[in-house]
């Protein structure tokens, strides 16, 4: 048939969100559309500091695609793509190929690990269902192990980074190790928890006022951190710090940050960290049949400087990115892209977090219940009342 073939691979944040828009804009027979997907499930990454530390489970964070998406207007394939082909307009995946009309990439980021020796094979990363399922069973296993062989070094923690990635996912560290040390019959006080953050502040951007209101919560709670020293070296049992210091810790949790998925940068694009540089429509440079969205993206600011990648800038680039695929299609007129940024909120744990909305900064327990509010109003976008009741936090 001569209906034209749109595919989206990734179904994070953006690949969900232009593929529920399309389902809006599009009319019957406009276009097939294709999500494809490694798992046949969807997980909501902006939750996985819980699961990897234990203080959730996992399954409040994944939900399957099936689930969101309609199925007589998007087909599903579960399939891991192993390379772009932009010259052939073809997807190859482990088994068999697709190709496709128009193509958008939300295949999200991947740990940036700046070469570090070491940080790839022994670090532990936030990244995905199956990496946080390692991460959880990881640290019950050194309790388990300390108990029979006594090696302190099983104790200590080590995350890697005090972005926000770092910081949530130290708070619930620090909430769950002293309940698993009560179960492993371990004194809390001989665990050590201790984040190491290269630049001279933790949250380095954040507003100063909310980033010391944050340390002195994770202090409280247990958290030793070792600011402006940056880690050199990953080893089986520690890194290396600063000028050759070892902080001994059979558990380090790499959060340094993230770059592009790697199949972008495979496939001849011009990258950035692992990202393209998209124009205002959200297209690759030179492709007019290629967008691409969310972490593999980079998109300036008014002052030039690049958005941090998040859920939220995701979310927005899907929905402008359906419409995009609607005009093109219709040959009218594209949309720029304009982000509307609605704040930051970050977890401490329990009870605790930090905001920033618009001008106004929000910490403790108030700034915890809009943390929950965020997170439910995704729900609410993606699935509706029906999903928030699956899948909510309330409490
Ligand atoms: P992702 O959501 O990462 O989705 C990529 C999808 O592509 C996944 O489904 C994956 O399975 C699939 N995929 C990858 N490779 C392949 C392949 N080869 N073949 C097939 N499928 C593939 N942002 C916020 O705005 N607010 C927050 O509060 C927040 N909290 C965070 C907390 C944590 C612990 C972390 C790690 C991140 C947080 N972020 C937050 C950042 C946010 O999660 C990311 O920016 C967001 O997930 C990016 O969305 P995406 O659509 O680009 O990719
Ligand atoms: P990030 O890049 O924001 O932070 C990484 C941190 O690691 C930085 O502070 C950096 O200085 C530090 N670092 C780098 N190399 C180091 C080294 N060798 N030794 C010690 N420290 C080192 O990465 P992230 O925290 O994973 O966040 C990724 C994106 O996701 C960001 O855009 C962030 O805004 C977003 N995010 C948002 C939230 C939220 O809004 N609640 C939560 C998590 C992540």
């Known amino acids: 048939s001569n209906i034209p073939k749109i ?37 909501i990454t902006t939750h996985l500091h819980m699961p990897a530390a234990g203080t959730d489970t996992i399954e409040h964070s994944r939900i399957p695609i ?17 390379e772009i082909i932009p010259g052939e307009k073809k997807i190859v995946l482990e088994d068999g190929s697709l190709s496709y009309d128009y193509l958008v990439i939300g295949l999200g980021g991947e740990p940036e690990t700046f070469g570090i020796p070491g940080m790839d094979k022994f670090a532990l990363t936030i990244r995905s269902i199956n990496s946080v399922r390692l991460i959880r069973e990881h640290i019950e296993y050194q309790l388990a192990l300390y108990k029979n062989d006594g090696n302190p070094s099983r104790l ?20 769950r190790l002293p309940q698993l040390a009560k179960a492993y019959d371990i004194d809390f006080n001989r665990i050590q928890i201790i984040n190491v953050e290269a630049a001279p502040t933790a949250l380095p951007g954040f507003d100063p006022e909310l980033v010391e209101y944050a340390m002195d919560v994770l202090k409280r709670k247990g958290v030793t951190f070792r600011i402006g020293i940056p880690i050199k070296e990953c080893l089986q049992d520690g890194v290396i710090v600063g000028e050759d210091e070892k902080i001994e810790a059979c558990t380090v949790v790499w959060t340094g940050g993230i770059r592009g998925n790697g199949l972008i940068e495979k496939a001849g694009f011009e990258v950035m960290r692992g990202r393209v540089k998209i124009d205002d429509f959200l297209r690759a440079p030179g492709h007019d049949d290629i967008f691409i969205i969310g972490d593999s993206s980079l998109m300036l600011n008014p002052e030039g400087r690049p958005y941090p990648p998040t859920a939220q800038i995701a979310m ?42 618009g001008k106004r900064k929000i910490k403790g327990w108030v700034a915890a219940q809009l943390k929950k509010i965020v997170d439910l109003r995704y729900l609410f976008i993606i699935g509706g009342i029906p999903l928030v009741l699956r899948k909510g936090r309330f409490f």
């Open 316 to 357: 927005q680039q899907g929905v402008v990115c359906a419409k995009n695929l609607a005009a093109t299609l219709r040959k009218k007129e594209l949309h720029k892209f304009v982000f509307s940024n609605k704040g930051t909120v970050a977890s401490l744990g329990k009870g605790e977090a930090v905001a920033v909305v």
């Open 66 to 82: 099936a689930q969101l998406i309609d199925e007589f207007k998007v087909d599903l394939v579960k399939g891991t793509v192993k």
């Open 156 to 175: 200590n923690f080590v995350v890697g980074g005090a972005g926000f990635s770092g910081i949530e996912f130290i708070a619930e560290l620090a909430d």
């Open 7 to 43: 595919v989206i691979v990734g179904a994070g944040y953006g690949g969900i969100l232009t593929a529920q828009q399309l389902q809006k804009e599009l009319k019957h027979n406009e276009a097939n559309v294709t999500l494809i997907n490694r798992h046949d499930y969807h997980y």
